[in-house]
């Protein structure tokens, strides 16, 4: 059905399990293994202390839903026409109109949690879903993760108008960390002798900013809350993730798992700039500058992983569908644009990718992101602007960065370097040609 070659459950071998942990807009600077000496994260420092630290870690989108869709079927969210969070920016009097793109994951796309459960796994998924065409029921149902592969769900929203809940008040369980890792650990209990994945998919840190009160008045009291990447409140609810983080590593230690279960760190994009800085990078979720799809990635995979390794190596959301399946052994010829890191995993120094894209033809409310597109290319990274290249003044449409030696993308070399700049406009196009990614229009009616 899915193409399948090969089988994880082969008599007499150990089997390997996967915990998948992602958090909601963390920034690559919101961890103190990543260099912040404000935000709490003891426990997955510890994870990261005995595994292995990316520091170009990417997510391919700057806003959840298109990369929560590449995680799923690894492939770029252009291929697949979601390129938007869902339900997206229905507003139609900007310059240019969105193309009329695809508002959930449809079911024909193969995930690696379908391959993954026709090779034997317990698959669950506890947590913010954001791939159905709704987040409730009963408009969720036909496209929820049950439908994806997953044999147990349980589908969290953040604490929101008609959406919010009474066990989601801030001096409780406001983005539902306790009842997601409670659901985490039952289920690892109950799995500890059967191959298994848990996708444990966090509401945190993603606004509306809420915590407990006596904890976000701790880190009020801290000097460094003055400084512009330092919020209180998302201080506290980072230790919450990290204590979350904390149970689950327990439980596996305590049921005698670590041997055979891999444990992966990640967010689904960058953290929100209208809070925090995104310091050392330029903006945040929502745009294509690097504080918005530079993202923490950790893995631990002891007797594979060398303890406190650290890769340059570049990575990116659509390559953990091939690498979930080499981590269990599993062969697949569903094609995709990911490529399995697994070889990084073992040799730091190995290079999978040397070229990046992104594909964006909308407005984003949050962050004030217009249509754009961006490739990373070795160190060079360059942003192409749609309004410009489609309305005329293509003089101003691209920006050109060296990431070697400006990571705050602070200089435009577009103008000095236009050889350098012409050349990655021209493979990002062919990209797009290829992926069939779909462009946005002018919209004569706003520019008239």
Known sequence: ????????????????????????????????????????????????????????????????????????????????????????????????????????????????????????????????????????????????????????????????????????????????????????????????????????????????????QKTIQKYEQMKETDKAENHPIIAAMIERLDESCGRIFDKISELRLEENTIVIFYSDNGGRSRYAAQTPFRAGKGWLYEGGIRVPLIVKWKNVVAPGAQSHSMVNSIDFFPTFLEMAEIKSSTKIDGKSFVPVLKYPEEKIHDTFYWHYPHYHIGSGMKPAGAIRSGNWKLIEWYEDSLLGDKGKAVELYNLENDIGESV?????????????????????????????????????
């Open 412 to 448: 435009n070399l577009a103008d000095s370097l236009r050889t350098v700049a012409l050349e990655l406009q021209n493979k990002l196009d062919s990209w797009r040609k290829d992926v069939d990614a779909q462009m946005p229009t002018v919209n004569i009616l706003a520019i008239n």
């Open 1 to 212: 059905m899915f193409g399948l070659l090969g089988s994880c459950a082969k008599e007499g071998k150990t089997h390997i399990n996967i915990v998948f942990i992602l958090a909601d807009d963390m920034g690559y600077s919101q961890l103190g293994c990543n260099g912040s000496e404000y935000y709490p994260s003891p426990n997955i420092d510890k994870l990261a202390a005995k595994g292995m630290r990316f520091t170009n870690a990417y997510s391919a989108a700057a806003i959840c839903s298109p990369t929560r869709a590449s995680i799923m079927t690894g492939k770029y969210p252009a291929r697949l026409h979601l390129t938007d969070y869902i339900a997206g920016n229905t507003r139609d009097d900007y310059p240019l109109s969105q193309p009329e793109w695809q508002k959930f994951l449809p079911l024909e796309e193969v995930t690696f949690v379908e391959i993954l459960k026709e090779n034997g796994y317990n698959t669950a998924h506890f947590g913010k879903w954001h791939l159905s065409q709704a987040k409730i029921p009963p408009e969720s149902l036909p496209y929820n993760p049950d439908k994806q592969g997953f044999d147990e769900y349980f589908v969290t929203c953040k604490p929101e108008g008609e959406l919010f809940q009474p066990w989601q008040d801030a001096e409780n369980d406001a983005h539902n960390v306790d009842t997601i890792t409670n659901l985490s650990i039952d289920f690892i209990e109950r799995n500890k002798s059967n191959p298994f994945f848990l996708f444990v998919s966090h509401n945190t840190i993603h606004d509306p900013l809420a915590e407990r």
